[in-house]
């Protein structure tokens, strides 16, 4: 059974930085795609960004583009999102999520069966 476990999320001003970070067990996940996501208070959930477990190839969505970075570390299955230039619009709950193996990166949330529990990453001015 894939289990995901987030962690890092926390209270920072804006332009601050956060690192989180995504445990993943029950799973090899060759060619899996890891993706993290994010929902602000109501609002729906949005994709934030995407990486292919094999290859390291990435997605961003785009207002995170250059500010964010998504990476893999296979020694221990984790999953990690460096947030820098943080702004008070990047406060919500953060989701790891992860799709078995497929053809394209997608920032569908549909498209991945796994999550896991969420982080609050909270940006205040």
């Known amino acids: 059974q894939v289990q995901l476990v987030e962690t890092g999320g926390g209270s920072v001003h804006g332009g601050d930085s956060l690192r989180l970070s995504c445990a993943a067990s029950g799973s090899t996940f060759d060619d899996y795609v890891m993706a993290w996501f994010r929902q602000a208070p109501g609002k729906e959930r949005e994709f934030v960004a995407a990486?292919?477990?094999?290859?390291?190839?990435?997605f961003y969505e785009h207002d995170v583009l250059g500010r964010f970075t998504i990476s893999r570390d296979h020694a221990k299955n984790t999953v990690s999102l460096q947030m820098n230039s943080l702004k008070v619009e990047d406060t919500a709950v953060y989701y790891c999520?992860?799709?078995?193996?497929?053809?394209?990166?997608?920032?569908?949330?549909?498209?991945?069966?796994?999550w896991g529990q969420g982080t609050q990453v909270t940006v205040s001015s």
């Open positions: 999520a992860a799709q078995p193996p497929t053809a394209v990166l997608t920032k569908a949330s549909i498209r991945y069966p796994y």
């Open positions: 990486i292919r477990w094999n290859g390291g190839s990435t």
